[in-house]
């Protein structure tokens, strides 16, 4: 299963890890360890969450305000915004 960023989400991940580690030094780690673990969740439960728009789903994160917004496409690549909840 391949999983790509978008561009414009990739920044915004950079960003709000940045962000979170001038908060707290290490944050921004836990942060980015729990992007992978919703995106690992995404790839166990492809259809689990709530569809927002046509194709486009929404999956919270556990531990911070954001979610990541996904698309299937040709049931092997998806794409990841994130969006703050």
């Not at 001038?22 to 690992?40: F, M, N, Y």
């Not at 929404?58 to 305000?65: A, D, I, K, L, V």
Request: charged share 25%; aromatic share 16%; proline share 5%.
């Amino acid at each position: 299963m391949r999983v790509r960023f978008i561009s414009p989400a990739k920044r915004e991940v950079l960003d709000a890890i940045d962000y979170y580690n001038d908060q707290r030094p290490g944050l921004g780690i836990e942060l980015a360890r729990e992007i992978r673990l919703t995106t690992k969740r995404i790839k166990e439960h492809l259809f689990a969450w709530t569809i927002i728009d046509e194709n486009i789903r929404c999956c919270p994160t556990n531990w911070f305000p954001y979610s990541l917004l996904y698309q299937i496409y040709k049931q092997r690549s998806y794409y990841y915004c994130i969006d703050a909840s």
